[in-house]
């Protein structure tokens, strides 16, 4: 028999699926001024991820050791209501991923030690995230647990004030050549995992998949968006438990939130509750000017 409680389980996909067409938020590809040069990236979107890059393959591929600048914010990434405090946490989780990613290939070594590579990321805008729309969105699924128990459907988040991150970064050689730079956008949508009432949840979250993204193309030499990635190395799945980083010098921007942070953001809470950040040495500059090292 059909009742009405799975009638509508079965109409819940088509309302949803005209909101989710139109509920994502848009990331400008800015260019901040840190790189050596824009005009030779060549466009190379994701499925979700809007983006620029050039990469010299062989150069990177020869480069064995890399050292990681902290991440910085252009100045109009700064004209937010987003807390210091959570603009450091937002760039911390930049460096963080880009040190874990790296670390699959490179040898990672600390600021003060010569290196094939040196990287620098740029944050170049941040837009904040609604919590009063992430909090009502939480209530929602509470709700549809209690009215439709046992009836796996979604609950979309509402579309509007949904976040996003807006980042560039470069890679140079010993003698300041670059050798890799990508410009990357990328805004929440209505499908977004671990959304937080946070006016920086969003950009948190997005931190750490423009980290990916940046060390997949130094690891590979490739665009990142053609392939899927392999599987992570043992150590990767350590230090996404919250344990030690293969590398000594990620140490500096300290340890992912692990289980803590999975399930506070499964329920919404605010990063800064469970992710304690890096080191006083990690922390990003106040702002990025043009070709900035």
Known sequence: MVT???????????LILPLLVAGCATAPLDEGGSLTSYGDLAQADGILTKSKLRIDKDA???????????????????LTSIT???RRLVSNAVDR??????????????PAEPADLTVHAV????APTDETAVAATKIASVAKSILLPGVPVPT???????????????????????EAAMVWGRGANMLSGSARVSRSGDAYELAGAFGEDFSKLLVTGENPFKSLSGPPSPERFQSWAGGAP??????VFGREPGIAGLVSGAVGMPQEWTDKGGGSTSSAPETAGPNAR
Do not use: D
């Open 4 to 14: 009405a409680r799975n009638r509508l389980a079965g109409l819940l996909p088509i």
């Open 60 to 78: 990177v591929l020869a480069a064995k050791t890399v050292r990681i600048v902290p991440t910085a914010f252009a100045a109009p990434a700064r």
């Open 84 to 86: 210091e405090e959570q």
């Open 97 to 110: 991923s880009l040190c874990a990613g790296l670390s699959e290939r490179f040898a990672v070594v600390s």
């Open 123 to 126: 944050i170049t805008n941040m």
């Open 156 to 178: 979309p988040r509402l579309p509007i004030g949904l976040g996003s991150l807006s980042m560039e970064a470069e890679a140079r050689g010993p003698g300041g050549r670059p």
């Open 246 to 251: 293969k590398h000594a010098a990620c140490e």
